[in-house]
Nanobody
């Protein structure tokens, strides 16, 4: 079992930055792909970014390209989402997810591909 705990959310003004962290426990996540998803009120959960277990491959949604960066530190068993140039439409609960992935290069963009989820952290961007 893998337990995931997100942190780093909060209230920020338009144009500001936040860094979300996803701390894993229970297993070493160096063989797990990770992803970030978000869900705004009244909307479905949507893909934000994903990263392969080795960190060499990443993918991000068009809506966040050039603003958000996903990365990981396997030595710290932690994944990150650096969010810059935040917009009000980025307001949502952000969730991290993980799944076993022996391939160091595979990443996953569908929520159904992930086995483990954190409890979420709220990000609110004021206009």
């Amino acid at each position: 079992q893998v337990q995931l705990v997100e942190s780093g959310g909060g209230l920020v003004q338009t144009g500001g930055s936040l860094r979300l962290s996803c701390a894993a426990s229970g297993r070493t996540i160096s063989t797990y792909a990770m992803g970030w998803f978000r869900q705004a009120p009244g909307k479905e959960r949507e893909f934000v970014a994903s990263i392969s277990s080795s960190g060499v491959s990443t993918s991000s949604a068009d809506s966040v390209k050039g603003r958000f960066t996903i990365f990981r530190d396997n030595a710290k068993n932690t994944g990150y989402l650096q969010m810059n140039s935040l917009k009000p439409e980025d307001t949502a609960v952000y969730y991290c997810a993980a799944r076993p992935s022996p391939s160091g290069r595979a990443y996953y963009t569908l929520a159904g591909s992930y086995n483990y989820w954190g409890q979420g952290t709220q990000v609110t961007v004021s206009s």
